[in-house]
């Protein structure tokens, strides 16, 4: 970890320890503390070797070490958590509120999808091209209404004659209690035709990174170019490569769609479309930011992040510009912050 190596340096070679060799030598109060006022420190030309936010990112996973590596266990180092605390001159729902200002907004990166459609009606794509094309459009609807981490998305996965994770089914009550988001438009269907079916998005506990299981309906309005993409263009876009392959986004190649790739993908169309950098991640929070200004509680928000609680969790996700990632304060104490 870049962080470790940095401390030890300057423990080193400015503080002039000597002998190093366990953790609980490098994260002392003193050597922390005198790390920080000589990152805060001005040069010659008045400006600090870094700033009270970048200080907080950078030493924010090993405080986190500190409460969870089991050799710290029996160790107080309450005084690191209170030392971040007190660099904070904003409140996390304010910063991460500025930073959502640097996004494009929701409306914006929704006409992406149209745009792309638009495109194929001018009918001067290869084949191939079109397919790449309607894959893109399907990433984008997808994530505009479930945004899923790269992981989910690259390893998604379907058949037509088997279970993977995206499927048709019934949805019994018991399967309906797994749901921990499930739309009105569903429920008024279910209550009409308990028979009915359903396209789900399913994740076991190792799928993802919360490790609990996770039912999700596919987005509705998602799902005519669902249909499209996997009748005809994904086996397109496998006919020289592996046709057996039951993932669901491949690249040009007919390779698997790497997270790198994805990410990529998603950065190319924005920057196209909305003049604005895109990353996975965004989506994230420019959905979760549009249910609350749309009315959604917390909870809704949380359960369509995949979140098992809506504070203290180390899950990152924004709500209205505040980051659980940090854990280090109750939703109900930003809230008020949120509607100043």
């Known amino acids: 970890m ?13 503080l002039g320890i000597q002998g190093i060799q366990h953790l609980s030598q490098l994260v002392t109060e003193e050597n922390i503390l005198a790390f920080i006022e000589w990152l805060q420190r001005v040069d010659e ?4 070797r870094a700033k009270n936010q970048s200080i907080i990112s ?31 001159r904003e409140k996390h729902c304010q910063v991460q509120a500025r930073k959502l200002e640097t996004l494009p907004k929701y409306p914006e990166i929704a006409e992406i999808v149209p745009k792309l459609l638009a495109i194929r009606e001018e009918k001067t794509l290869t084949p191939l ?18 945004p899923h981490r790269s992981r989910n998305t690259c390893e998604a996965s379907f058949h037509a004659d088997m279970e993977l994770n995206i499927f048709e089914t019934e949805i019994s009550s018991e399967l309906r209690s797994e749901f921990k988001f499930f739309p009105d438009w569903a429920e008024q269907i279910r209550s009409q035709d308990p028979e009915a079916r359903f396209l789900v998005f399913h994740a076991v506990e190792k799928d993802n990174k919360g490790k609990h299981e996770v039912w999700e309906l596919f987005p509705r309005e998602a799902i005519p170019l669902f249909r499209e993409y996997v009748d005809y263009y994904r086996p397109l876009l ?16 007919g390779d698997k769609l790497t997270q790198k790739s994805l ?10 479309f909305a003049k604005k950098r895109m990353t996975v991640k965004h989506f994230r929070d420019l959905v979760a930011a549009q249910m609350l ?40 104490d930003a809230l008020p912050a949120l509607a100043a």
Not at 238 to 253: G, P, V, Y
């Open 2 to 14: 870049k962080c470790f190596v940095e401390i030890y340096s300057f423990a080193v070679k400015e």
């Open 45 to 48: 030309n008045s400006k600090p």
């Open 58 to 88: 950078k030493l924010s996973s090993l405080e986190y070490l500190t409460r969870t590596y089991p050799k710290f266990q029996n160790e107080n180092f309450e005084w690191f958590k209170t030392t971040l605390r007190s660099l904070r």
């Open 129 to 146: 091209e079109e397919g790449l094309l309607i894959r893109d459009a399907l990433i984008y609807m997808i994530h505009l209404a479930n």
């Open 238 to 253: 496998l006919e020289n490569s592996n046709a057996e392959s039951t993932l669901l986004f491949f690249n040009r190649k």
């Open 263 to 272: 990410l990529d993908l998603v950065s190319r169309v924005s920057v196209r």
């Open 293 to 332: 200004e749309n009315g959604a509680g917390v909870d809704e928000v949380a359960a369509l992040l995949w979140h098992l609680t809506t504070s203290r969790t180390t899950v990152r996700f924004y709500i209205g510009g505040y980051n659980t990632s940090h854990a280090t304060a109750e939703l109900e």
